[in-house]
């Protein structure tokens, strides 16, 4: 990812994402929201295979497939910023799960904030009434 796209505060949607999923990644997924069971805050959306999912339920940390790196991806493994996983729901088509987690680490996002933190969870930025300029949210930038 570029910076500009992490850190800045133009507005650049990647609507093509999906159709990079189908293209690059050679697993079958279906997305993945982790949310914070305490605050009910989204921390991160990613993607699950089956072997994403069966992990998740064995080790209980929140599990995904990367679909960019075509790998198993245990959020924190590297960070140490694990998400306990607490329980997993399905939607009603049964075509994306929501992980219920309690953060294990300092933050969920692999961006950082200005004092080099890990950042609480990847929805760190709001889109402004303008429609195109993203402003941080207090206390999170």
Request: proline share 1%.
């Amino acid at each position: 990812m570029s910076h500009e796209i992490e850190e800045g505060t133009r507005l650049a949607l990647d609507f093509t994402k999906l159709r990079k999923v189908v293209v690059q990644c050679t697993e079958d997924v279906i997305p993945a929201v982790a949310q914070d069971a305490a605050t009910g805050e989204v921390l991160i959306v990613g993607y699950v295979n089956k072997l994403a999912l069966e992990t998740a339920l064995a080790e209980r940390k929140a599990t995904f497939w990367s679909t960019s790196r075509n790998e198993l991806w245990v959020k924190g493994k590297t960070s140490g910023d694990y998400l306990e996983l607490l329980e997993v729901r399905v939607n009603c088509e049964q075509n994306s799960v929501l992980y219920r987690v309690r953060p294990a680490g300092k933050g969920a996002c692999h961006t950082k904030d200005a004092a080099g933190n890990a950042r609480f969870g990847c929805y760190y930025r709001r889109l402004a009434a303008d429609g195109v300029t993203l402003e941080f949210r207090e206390g999170m930038k």
